[in-house]
């Protein structure tokens, strides 16, 4: 048996029980992906901070994209020799924005409507302001992961609440608050595809051709982030070895995307990938066993300090465990956060530069969340008062650590002041960054 209502069987997974008639369950379900985005929407939009460093030119690229058709930044001359080309690279005499297209393409539609509706959006730009626009991109792409996070959760429990639990926790107790609706970082198109993937793979049971959207999302993933090849990778041998006949349906689906994104960076780049998908990004050193640990339990990088509700999520695979519950897509979803855990790890820059706690670990919370309806049900079923208290108190100091992230500026300046940001100073417990 799987997760909440699921069960695997030799096919694959398949529903378990009803948890409500059908119409019924679509509208609990229409109505709560509906409550959760508004409410995460409204309260991504009042969140003042919004620290702009790898994410500064995505608006501009969008811009660039829909005004003149290409996605040089060669416009913004002036802007890039004041910013010390700052993630820009060079080629065929044009300037470009180093970070992966689809991050940029995730903007166009707000860049549309600003267009139309801001005389002033161009002018705004050349001089690098691009607020509200890209943080209302930013608050619009993460509302609706936890939209989806919604409709996870929905088919993962049988119980509203948990549901309606799981979205909100994940809205803001995790990095979707603190880090990727904060501005357009990768993590925050990258979320929401690995998001849509745990649904995509959910519904495999319902029609096989869910195989080929698993595929394509999951591919898109990849193109707006590389170590979304993890996720890919991990999630294709589970099609491989629990739906062989469907696999050619995934590959397909992936292939279709993939050969879009190669097309595309040919006829605006000339170039089949961009640098930034070079294998040489990642590299095995010595420090890559600090990483793996600083990653975990550092003062200013550890998820587990920043993030506390995965100690949940990790409670929640283990009580799967204990029961035998462990479904293939569970233990897929386990690997792949792993894998994640380790890739990032093996960056030279494994701080993830000036940010707000782990953020190179935010594209994984999508995948961490998955296990939490399997705890709360436990704690639902158990009616133990010090266990549900002690869950809250970690739930409470997940929300307030992500808080502070949000409203409190100088966790922002706290990347540079007193001192700039180095791997030394992640591990320096007398000046934690969510405490600045």
Known sequence: MATGVLEETAAGISPAVDPAPAGGWRRSAGVGMLVVFAVSLFVYWISPVRMQTDSFWVTMTARSLVKEGNVDLDEYGTLIRSTHNFQIERHDGHA?????????????????VASLLDSDFDKHLAVGDNQPWDGIAAALIVAATVAVMFAIARRLSSRLWIAYATAFIYAFGTQAWGIASRTVWMQAPSMLCVALALLFALRVAESPRWLTGLGAILALGYFVRPTNAVPLAVFGVWVLVRHRSGFVRFLAGAAAVSATF???????????????????????????FQALLANLVSPSRGVLVFVPVTILAVLGFRHLAKRGMLSSLDITVGATVVGYWIGVSCFPDWTGGWSYGPRLLADAVPLIMWF?????????????????????????????????????????????????????????????????
């Open 96 to 112: 470009y924005y180093a970070v992966p297209l689809a991050t940029s393409l995730a903007a166009v539609p707000v860049v549309v």
């Open 372 to 436: 939490l309806p399997s705890i709360l049900e436990g704690l639902a079923r158990s009616r133990n008062a010090v266990l549900i208290g002690l869950a809250t108190l970690v739930v409470v100091l997940s929300v307030g650590i992500q808080a502070r992230g949000a409203f409190v500026q100088r966790t922002a300046t706290w990347n540079w002041e007193p001192r700039y940001l180095d791997p030394a100073r992640v591990w320096d417990w007398s000046d934690p960054q969510f405490l600045a």
């Open 262 to 288: 190669v097309v595309a960076n040919l006829a605006l780049y000339g170039q089949l990938l961009q640098p930034y998908f070079r294998a040489n990004r990642l590299d095995v050193t010595p420090t890559v």
